[in-house]
C-alpha cells in the first residue's frame, strides 16, 4: 500500500510520533490481569508500539499484531528490535547478560507460593539505554530464544502480520486468543465496509476468542467519521449507508453472542474533539464480558 495514496484505513505513517515513547495511557486502564500469559491479537497495529508494549511491560505471553498495511507491519517488526535495544539487560540463570526479560514469578503469601494469585511478570527497564545509542550504533542483535520459556517473553513473544483482518485469517488465528484489542480502529473498518463489514469482523472477534476471552474495543465517536469520509470518493459514498452508529455497537455485540459490558474508563488523551476545537476528545474506553460464553467489550 503506498504512503501517497491517502490512509483511507487510517494507515497513518508517524501515528505514534506524538504519542509517550513508552506507555500508551489506554493500556493503563485495562487490568494488568488482563495481559498476563495471554495470547493476545492487536487488529490495526500500526507501527507496533501498543503491541510491542504488550509483549514486553504487561506480561503478555503471545502478542500478535495485524495490519492491512504492509509498509506499517515492516516498521512494527523495527520497532520491536528498537524496543528490545532500549531494555536492560537481564541476568539469566546460567549468568548470561543481554537475555530477554526473565520468567514470570508467582504471588507470594504467608503460607508460601499462591499458584491461584495473581501471575506478575519480571519486567527489564524498558528505557535502559537511552535511545541516542540506538541512533549511533544501530539495534542490538536478537539472540535465539534458547528454551521454549523465552518464547513466551519479549522479544520472542511478538509477531506481526500482514492482512485485512476482517477478511483474511492469519495463522496465529488457528490457536485462538485470549484478548483482542480493536483500538481506534472500528471506524476505518466501518467506512471501508459498511455496517455489513464492521458486523462481520465482531463476528470474527467472537469466533476467535478462546472461552472466557475478551474483546477490548476503543470505538471512534460518530462526529470523528466526517472528517474521514471527505478523505476519498469511496469513503463518503459508504458513509450515506451506515445505519448502525458507535452508541449501537454494544447492543450489536450482544446480538453477535458477546456478555454484559464492563466501562473500562476513559484516559483523557487523545485528539481535539471536532466539535470544540479547544477541548482534548477523551477516548471512551468500555468492556463488556460473556461470562457465559468468552467474549467482553470495550
Ligand atoms: C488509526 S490506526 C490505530 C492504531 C492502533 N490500533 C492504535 O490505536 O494505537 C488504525 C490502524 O488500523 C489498520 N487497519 C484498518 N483496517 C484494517 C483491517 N481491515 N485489517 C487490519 N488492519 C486494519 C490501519 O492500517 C491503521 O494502522
Redesign the pocket.
Not at 492487536?42 to 500500526?46: F, K
Not at 495485524?66 to 498495511?69: A, N, R, T, Y
Given at each position: 500500500m503506498s504512503q501517497t495514496t491517502q490512509p483511507v484505513?487510517?494507515?497513518?505513517h508517524g501515528?505514534?510520533m506524538k504519542r509517550p515513547f513508552f506507555q500508551?495511557p489506554?493500556l493503563s486502564v485495562i487490568p494488568d490481569s488482563y495481559f498476563i500469559g495471554a495470547r493476545v491479537l492487536?487488529?490495526?497495529?500500526?507501527e507496533g508500539?501498543?503491541t510491542c508494549e504488550i509483549a514486553q511491560s504487561k506480561g503478555a505471553g503471545k502478542a500478535v499484531g495485524?495490519?492491512?498495511?504492509d509498509t506499517?507491519v515492516r516498521a512494527a517488526w523495527k520497532r520491536r528490535r528498537y524496543v528490545w535495544s532500549m531494555q536492560e539487560p537481564q541476568q539469566t540463570m546460567d549468568g548470561e547478560r543481554d537475555a530477554p526479560a526473565g520468567p514470570k514469578k508467582r504471588k507470594r503469601t504467608s503460607e508460601g507460593t499462591d499458584p491461584s494469585a495473581t501471575m506478575e511478570p519480571q519486567l527489564s527497564r524498558p528505557d535502559y539505554f537511552p535511545a541516542s545509542c540506538e541512533h549511533m550504533f544501530g539495534p542490538l542483535p536478537i539472540p535465539p530464544a534458547s528454551h521454549g520459556k523465552q518464547q513466551e517473553t519479549f522479544p520472542h513473544n511478538v509477531t506481526f502480520r500482514t492482512?485485512?483482518?476482517?477478511?483474511q485469517e492469519i495463522l496465529e488465528d488457528s490457536e485462538g486468543y485470549n484478548i483482542v484489542l480493536a483500538?481506534?480502529?472500528s471506524k476505518?473498518?466501518h467506512l471501508?465496509g459498511g455496517d455489513e463489514g464492521l458486523t462481520r469482523f465482531f463476528r470474527r472477534v467472537h469466533s476467535v476468542l478462546r472461552l472466557g476471552g475478551r474483546f477490548i474495543l476503543?470505538p471512534q465517536e460518530w462526529e470523528s467519521y466526517a472528517k474521514a469520509r471527505r478523505m476519498d470518493p469511496r469513503l463518503k459514498e459508504n458513509a450515506h449507508g451506515l445505519k448502525l452508529r458507535p452508541e449501537h455497537f454494544e447492543s450489536t455485540l450482544q446480538d453477535i453472542g458477546f456478555g454484559g459490558v464492563e466501562h473500562l474508563g476513559q484516559t483523557g488523551e487523545g485528539g481535539r474533539c471536532s466539535r470544540h476545537p479547544g477541548r482534548k476528545r477523551p477516548p471512551r474506553l468500555k468492556s463488556c464480558q460473556d461470562f457465559d460464553d468468552q467474549s467482553m467489550y470495550i
Open positions: 484505513h487510517g494507515n497513518y501515528y505514534y500508551d489506554r492487536d487488529v490495526g497495529c500500526n508500539w501498543v495485524v495490519d492491512i498495511d506499517l492482512a485485512d483482518w476482517v477478511n483500538l481506534s480502529v476505518w473498518i471501508n476503543e
